[in-house]
């Protein structure tokens, strides 16, 4: 190396293509970790699908559920349960809570099309669901065709009966299931639509789900059409029209997780924002190696429509088991939290070169450089942000540097381009260190969302070692 390159890696920054600095010795660990991240997508496509399945790799990993006031030690490993749409884990550490806690907090509901409270209905001889989108989406790509073929809504979620019983419900996942889509205009006879904005040509009252065109036999009954539907979902599930007021179905896309690109290096699924933060969060701390300070992840419902709700973030069950988990210690809540470091784990938007004008390009994250760390959100200026400290900005950059994790620094766009936010700023409000890193993703909160599988697997070492050192 000349002089002169020498000094310029010793005084300039210049982020790396992961793939040029990626030791062979890891490629196989990274191919298993996101091999076992696509069966997380492919099972967890609720925020209850989600919990289900951590609930279950959770118990093959030795956690128990945990019960206030039960007695705990170094190196116990329990998880609560929160109301089946959230969940919280956590592995006791060596050092006591009133040191803090290490958190990562990511969120499993993902945008997507709630049936409304009185979902089905006829017209002019074809019967549908009425729908309620849920999160920031983009009407027009739920209509009619999915880049993967196949991939029509499927509808899942829970039922409960007049009597109380409560019931699951998935349709669409299996290939003999029936399976449901929304249609579009023809191009034909879209000259008018066509002239619209983009967010304005698909009303949110057009979602609708075609589910059934074939009549009951009996010509003088009024709504034959829609009974049909009702009689087959009778026999199915035992329920009658009234029970969809106490249901919650979610229309979500029926495809399951794909390899990207010859060289398979990427991959596309529905719902990884934040998924793919929340799964190499549960896989981080599955193989963080003796944390010293208790570790705990959690999985929070509702971040898509602001964290509200007794699931999402803003919700007091976090509170509780914390400090729950204080109490078998003896120690305050507040000192805890005064002591404790967050990492928000979300997804941050990647550099597209086929939207140039919208990014930053001296400080947006790309494909293939690593975690994205992001110090705030927000929008404007930086309204709504948490803003990370430069010192917690810099515990996190010293920490992965010397664990080799690959990273880079995020930010959501231009200035004025738009904005968004994270759970962040709540766990901020809780008087904990918090800063956001994730995974850096291509179109964001589409049906089919992309990522790079070297992105997920630094994700999943950052989150690792946020257990074990920070
Ligand atoms: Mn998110
Ligand atoms: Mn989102």
Redesign the pocket.
């Known amino acids: 190396m000349s002089e002169k390159s020498k000094l310029s890696k010793a005084l300039l920054y210049a982020p790396e293509n992961g793939y040029d600095r990626l030791p062979e010795s890891e490629k196989a660990a990274m191919h298993d970790y996101c091999e076992d991240y696509k069966d997380f997508l492919n099972h967890g496509k609720t925020e209850r699908l989600c919990v289900e399945y951590c609930i279950e790799l959770a118990k093959k990993h030795g956690f128990v559920e945990f019960q206030p006031g039960m007695p705990l030690k170094t190196g116990d490993k329990v998880y609560c349960n929160n109301r089946g749409k959230g969940i919280m884990l956590a592995v006791i550490g060596t050092e006591p809570l009133s040191r803090g806690a290490n958190i990562a907090a990511a969120?499993t509901d993902a945008p997507r099309l709630d049936l409304k409270p009185r979902p089905l209905y006829e017209d002019t001889e074809l019967a549908y669901f009425k729908t309620h989108y849920y999160g920031g989406l983009r009407k027009y790509q739920w209509t009619a065709f999915y880049p993967e073929g196949g991939g029509q809504p499927a509808d899942r979620g829970t039922l409960t009966l007049a009597d109380g019983t409560v019931l699951p419900v998935h349709i669409g996942d299996k290939p003999e299931d029936p399976q449901f889509i929304i249609n579009d205009l023809l191009p034909h006879l879209g000259r008018e639509q066509s002239k619209k904005p983009l967010g304005e040509a698909i009303p949110s009252e057009s979602l609708n789900i075609l589910v059934g065109s074939m009549p009951v036999e009996d010509a003088d009954e009024k709504h034959r059409f829609k009974l049909a539907v009702m009689q087959l979902l009778h026999e199915q599930y035992g329920m009658v029209e009234e029970d969809f007021i106490s249901a919650e179905l979610e229309a979500v896309p029926a495809g399951h997780a794909r390899d990207i690109g010859f060289d398979r290096s990427l991959i596309a699924s529905y719902g990884h924002?934040?998924r793919v933060c929340a799964y190499a969060e549960l896989a981080g701390l599955f193989d963080a190696k003796a944390p010293k300070r208790t570790a705990v992840c959690i999985f929070a419902d509702k971040?898509e429509i602001g964290s509200e709700g007794v699931s999402g973030m803003l919700s007091a069950a976090f509170d509780k088991f914390m400090g729950e988990l204080c109490d078998t210690q003896g120690v305050l809540l507040r000192d805890c939290f005064a002591n404790s470091f967050c990492v928000s784990a979300?997804?941050t938007a990647a550099y597209d070169p086929n939207f140039a004008e919208v990014y930053d390009k001296r400080n947006s994250a790309f494909i293939n450089y690593g975690v994205g760390l992001c110090k705030y959100t927000g929008a404007g200026g930086k309204s709504g942000a948490s803003d990370a400290s430069a010192e917690v900005v810099g515990k996190l950059r010293r920490l992965l540097n010397e664990e080799n994790v690959f990273w880079q620094m995020a930010e959501l766009g231009k200035t004025d381009a738009g904005g968004g936010g994270?759970v962040a700023k709540f766990m901020a409000q809780r008087n904990i260190d918090t800063i956001d890193a994730g995974v850096p993703v291509l179109s964001m909160h589409a049906p089919y969302e992309t990522v790079a599988k070297l992105d997920c697997y630094m994700t999943y070492r950052c989150m690792k070692a946020v257990f074990e050192k920070a």
């Open positions: 969120h924002d934040d971040e979300d997804v994270t």
